[in-house]
């Protein structure tokens, strides 16, 4: 039901990017955030016991991602995957905590989606020029930066929803993963 | 968690990433939407026109708003008096806002003999290696189809990549995977030029049957205009495509490689037009002046 709940909240937000990030001044139009890598990578983030549930959640939001964005079926979803994992491995070495801690990541985590899907089109032979190529992996990763916080707040007040003490609330609220 | 069940829980993660894995390669090759795809994509594409629609609106208003302000700040005096004008013009310009880039269309539509319905565009993608819009078809749902060729005023878009009820996906031409085949009439040269997945701009191979001769016949120069030359069958003969932005030749002046600046701004599209149907062959016979044989009357032998 948690995973659901954000998988159903980044399915909107997806919508909204899909949208409203052609019509925005002074942004790159063609690399937008990528909104399914930050999901996946909260998801790993705040997997509590098991991962299955947080890769399958990353996987639903890579394959929404990928009909609204325009991509092949499949490919932000196998992104969305790995970046969950990678979540996951690094949630108790960081704090994902304030502004600039969130944006930092947010960054990271973008680069490092743009990466993979740059070597996974690669491998797919789509020929693609590496100084655009380039160019697109920073603009993404200042996009995702960007608007890595609100995404975040967004998915701990789902978490704070599903609470079942204050604690757990706050600690949701905070965004400090057990 | 015991050993076991943490071997269970990453091998299902595992597997997890394993099928989209398996999906991509296989949306890959055959690039077509699974009856899942075109069920979510039906319910999307309503919500992104709604989005899209709402966030355009809000903008306008917005703008035009602050400029009102601004105006009425500075012409205190004759507030009365512009009053009436401004709100005239106000409503023109969001009228013209919206009614430009269909009229544009409904102009081309007018000049252009081919089989044509209007679009309105609803979402760019999200990803710069897969350069694609998504598109709200005007009217004749289900007439529109894999294939069919995209155009603006200005020039060649792309083509549909799939359509799912009155929405459809549209490969652009700067797409990696697209391949149009062009023309330059004015140097008497064809190839195909393949999209780089550049913000604007293809790259374009051109391979020329002999080595150049001292006329420069059939150089391409910078500024030259490259349009369709209707081989395959893709799309229709002489659509605009671009301008030669650079020409590369080769030492060995067998290979001239060409980049292409397009002629239609990518990033900017509202509305396109769907060619249905290719515009009917020239008449071979048009010049010719042809005389009635007679209805009526008897025919002198």
């Known amino acids: 039901m948690r995973t659901s709940s954000h998988v159903l909240v980044a399915y909107l937000v997806l919508l909204v990017v899909a949208s409203v990030w052609r019509l925005l001044p002074l942004v790159p139009h063609a ?12 998801l790993g983030l705040t997997a509590r016991g098991r991962i ?3 890769v399958a959640g990353a996987v639903m939001v890579g394959y929404l991602a990928d009909l609204l964005g325009g991509a092949p079926t499949g490919l932000h979803a196998v992104v969305g995957g790995l970046v969950c994992i990678l979540g996951h491995l690094v949630h108790r070495r960081i704090l994902v905590r304030g502004l600039t801690m969130t944006l930092a990541f947010s960054a990271f985590v973008g680069a490092a989606a743009a990466v993979a899907v740059v070597i996974i089109s690669e491998l797919a032979d789509r020929g693609l020029a590496l100084g655009s190529t380039g160019r697109s992996v920073l603009q993404i990763a200042l996009g995702t930066g960007a608007i890595g916080p ?4 967004l998915h701990r007040r789902v978490d704070a929803a599903f609470a079942r003490t204050h604690r757990e609330r706050d600690a949701a609220l905070e965004g400090i993963t057990s | 968690m015991t050993f076991r069940r943490r071997l269970v829980d990453w091998s299902l993660a595992g597997l997890l990433i394993l099928v989209p894995a398996m999906v991509l390669r296989s949306s890959l090759k055959t690039g077509n939407h699974t009856v899942l795809d075109d069920a979510i994509l039906r319910v999307s594409a309503p919500l992104e026109s709604a989005v899209s629609w709402l966030v355009e609106g809000v903008g306008g208003i917005w703008s035009r708003y602050v400029g009102l302000v601004g105006v009425e700040s500075e012409n205190r005096e004759l507030r009365a008096d512009n009053e009436r004008l401004r709100k005239e013009l106000a409503a023109a310009q969001r009228r013209a806002v919206d009614t430009d880039a269909l009229a544009d269309l409904l102009e081309l539509k007018r000049r252009s003999p081919a089989d044509a319905i209007a679009a309105r565009v609803i979402a760019a993608s999200t990803t ?4 694609t819009i998504r598109i709200r078809i005007d ?11 995209v155009i603006t005023s200005a020039g060649l878009v792309g083509k549909i990549l799939d359509a799912y009820g009155d929405h459809a996906d549209v490969m652009l031409i700067n797409d990696p995977d697209s391949k149009v085949n062009v023309v330059i009439p004015s140097a008497g040269r064809g190839g195909t030029l393949i999209g780089e997945g550049a913000d604007n701009g293809y790259h374009g191979k051109i391979e020329l049957e002999r080595p150049l001769d001292a006329s420069g016949k059939g150089v391409v120069r910078e500024g030259d205009l490259v349009v369709t030359s209707g081989a395959g069958g893709a799309f229709p003969a002489g659509i605009v495509v671009g301008t030669v932005a650079s020409v590369t030749v080769k030492s060995y ?12 701004d990518l990033g ?3 509305a396109v037009m769907v060619l249905l149907a290719a515009p009917p062959a020239p008449d071979p016979d048009a010049e010719h002046k042809r ?4 209805a009526f009357g008897t025919r002198p032998l």
């Open chain 2, 291 to 294: 005389k009635s044989e007679p």
């Open chain 1, 31 to 42: 690399a937008a955030p990528d909104v399914g890598g930050l999901v996946a990578a909260y």
């Open chain 2, 253 to 264: 002046r067998m290979v001239q490689e060409i980049e292409v600046e397009p002629a239609v």
């Open chain 2, 268 to 270: 900017a599209l509202r």
């Open chain 1, 52 to 54: 299955a549930p947080a």
């Open chain 2, 139 to 149: 009217r004749g749902q289900g007439e529109v189809a894999a294939g069919m060729p």
């Open chain 2, 128 to 131: 710069p290696q897969f350069r």
């Open chain 1, 150 to 153: 609100t995404v975040f707040w």
